[in-house]
């Protein structure tokens, strides 16, 4: 039984008879394919970057598994849709925390129409994407079984301004987040700290972005997640970093992805 996802803390979201992703509650988020050839060029990216065999694996661990596509019920009630079928990023959680951050200073490639481009460079402007390169898009915190989450509303968390950013970043590795007191970033040292924390994934992250000329990633996310009952006990505390949302990369090497394409199906039909 496919439901709305509990964990979604940005973009679309299912509900009210809205277009959102749907998840099976087994390690499944199915992301309908958005219109104005946005879920197609999502799609196209996740074959493309399944079949080049240029990244390596401890780069791919930062994306989610691509299932394929499936036809299922939209949860807007207008009947089968097809959706990216991908791996669930949070449902190996149980109290996560989560932020949406939305990477770049410019979200826009310069081939975009030009009122979508109109559109996307005023919200760089408006928001920290100009002046931090990059702007959160959205976020809950863990708190506890009785306070549950704080995750402030939509309307503010795009009124962030670049001092209310550096509070959310303590914040959110905060024992006393829901709360108007100073942080105490309790949870800061083994959540953005160490060789597996969140600043060390993306260091390494980083390190491919400036390097890797395969694709330009404009507009994706990065996923910042951990769980409080593991920061808890202090030693790990399942701080993870993903990438979603490819719905405006841009392919860097068209002629190279067709032959990469070319050469992963027919190996896979031998
Ligand atoms: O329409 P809105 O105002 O909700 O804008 C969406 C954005 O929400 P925001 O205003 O930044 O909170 C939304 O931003 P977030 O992912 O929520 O940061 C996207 O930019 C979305 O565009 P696309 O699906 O990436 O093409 C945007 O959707 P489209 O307007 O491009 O469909
Ligand atoms: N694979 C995934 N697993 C779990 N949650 C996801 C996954 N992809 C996206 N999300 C959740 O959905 C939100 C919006 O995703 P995104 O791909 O940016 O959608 P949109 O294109 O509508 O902006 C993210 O902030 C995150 O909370």
Request: hydrophobic share 35%.
């Amino acid at each position: 039984m496919l439901k709305v996802p509990h964990h979604q803390v940005a973009g679309h979201q299912a509900g009210d008879g809205q277009l959102g992703p749907l998840v099976d509650g087994s390690g499944r988020f199915y992301k309908p394919l958005q219109d104005n050839g946005r879920g197609d060029d999502e799609l196209k990216f996740y074959k493309l970057f399944s079949s080049n065999t240029g990244i390596p694996d401890h780069i791919r661990r930062f994306f989610p598994v691509f299932y394929g596509t499936e036809d299922i019920l939209a949860s807007d009630g207008t009947g089968l849709c097809s959706h990216l079928v991908l791996q669930d990023l949070v449902s190996n959680h149980l109290n996560p925390s989560i932020m949406d951050i939305k990477i770049g200073s410019r979200t826009w490639a310069p081939e975009f129409p030009e009122d979508y481009i109109k559109k996307c460079s005023k919200k760089d402007k408006e928001t920290t994407g100009l002046t931090l390169g990059f702007r959160i898009s959205g976020l809950e915190i863990y708190g506890s079984e009785e306070s549950g989450y704080w995750k402030p509303e939509r309307e503010l968390v795009r009124k962030f301004s670049a001092d209310d950013v550096r509070l959310i970043l303590r914040k959110f590795v905060s024992s006393n987040a829901s709360t108007d007191s100073e942080p105490d970033c309790s949870f800061a040292s083994v959540v953005y700290g160490g060789s597996t924390g969140i600043l060390s994934q993306l260091r390494e992250l980083k390190a491919w972005f400036e390097d890797q000329t395969i694709f330009h990633f404009y507009s994706c996310s990065v996923l910042l997640v951990y769980e409080k009952e593991l920061a808890l006990k202090g030693r790990s505390s399942g701080a993870e970093v993903k990438l979603v949302d490819f719905a405006h990369v841009v392919d860097a090497c068209p002629q190279d992805s067709e032959k990469n394409q070319f050469l992963s199906e027919n190996s896979t039909n031998e």
